[in-house]
């Protein structure tokens, strides 16, 4: 068996194309449930929506340098490792956010931000950490991307999929109440087989070297999500708030991060299986998160959560989102 840091995988282009219109039903669904009300909330209290920013592409990123130091991973594992937690939120995180009865439009507008940054936080992130990390200094190569290309993925992605499922709410309200739950529903189960069913071309190295990534994406999303809820705490954020926070710090766009390694860093072995490991499990995290917050009595509003929250509350209570 060949050392991790030799290999390299192959990925279907088609496979990775599939994988972005997923990612748009995904959104799509989500936006059928918003209105633009929700994002003058999200708005109005942007103490959310900078944490969620600040942490994703600031905070998690120098944690993963000092994970990287303490565990000692394999240098294209480590590289990996910087890589996933350079590129922006993962759109998932939306869906589980909603299903965590969080604050949907903080977690939609911080993904927003999110992956609008990363056409600048996710090249500089990389290239920072990586050249200045020694083990993984003599694997790092200089990373090019094309901001228009970005954009357009952005566009494409987040900005279509949000649009069309508002306009259609707001067009035909009885269809969408009626199509949003199916077809959120029917989205995540296609991008959770769909994440599966893409390593199938490379699945024989994937059992071979799944083993060295596991407890490193268990430890790495662990730290990220325990974070995002710990800083949002910290900082006296309402339960909802807290719930959003978390999911966009512990949500990684791995979609991107696996046409990038693909892309400009031909297949290698370590930086791809633990991405797509992280495209797996993130998808079982959150889910296990998400259900546990969705089944959970809500606390009633705290004494210094703002007044806009306690109304915020009331609202998404009318429109069916609390328990």
């Not at 994703?56 to 490792?81: D, E, K, Q, R």
């Not at 930086?271 to 259900?291: F, K, P, R």
Request: hydrophobic share 55%; glycine share 8%.
């Amino acid at each position: 068996m060949l050392p991790i840091d030799q290999v390299q995988l192959h990925f279907n282009p088609a496979t990775l194309a599939g994988l972005n219109v997923i990612l748009g039903l995904v959104m799509f669904g989500i936006a059928l449930d918003l209105r633009v009300a929700d994002f003058r909330i999200a708005f109005k209290s942007p103490k959310g929506l900078v944490l969620a920013t600040v942490g994703h592409h600031i905070i998690f990123p120098a944690m993963t340098y000092g994970l990287i130091s303490i565990i000692n991973p394999v240098p294209s594992i480590a590289l990996g490792m910087i890589l996933v937690s350079s590129c922006p939120a993962g759109h998932l995180s939306n869906f589980l956010t909603h299903l965590a009865r969080g604050n949907t439009a903080l977690s939609v507008s911080a993904s927003a931000v999110s992956t609008a940054l990363a056409i600048v936080m996710t090249p500089l992130n990389f290239n920072f950490w990586g050249n200045l990390h020694p083990i993984t200094h003599d694997l790092m190569r200089t990373i090019s991307l094309d901001p228009l290309v970005m954009l357009k993925d952005i566009v494409i992605l987040l900005g279509l999929p949000l649009v069309a499922g508002m306009w259609v709410a707001h067009k035909y309200p009885t269809f969408a109440a009626r199509a949003e739950t199916p077809m959120k529903r029917f989205s995540l189960a296609v991008f959770a087989l769909f994440v599966v069913g893409a390593l199938a071309a490379n699945f024989q190295h994937f059992l071979q070297y799944v083993q060295f990534v596991v407890v490193v994406v268990f430890i790495h999303n662990g730290l990220a999500l325990t974070t995002g809820y710990a800083l949002s705490t910290l900082v006296g954020l309402s339960d909802r708030d807290r719930r959003s926070v978390t999911f966009e710090m512990g949500i990684q766009n791995s979609g991107l991060g696996l046409i990038l390694i693909f892309n400009l860093f031909n297949g290698l072995g370590g930086m791809a299986i633990i991405t797509a490991w992280w495209g797996i499990w993130h998808i079982v995290s959150g889910l296990a998160l998400a259900t546990w917050w969705s089944n959970a009595r809500r606390a009633p509003p705290r004494r210094w959560e703002p007044r806009h929250d306690a109304e915020d509350r009331a609202r998404h209570g009318q429109l069916g989102l609390s328990g």
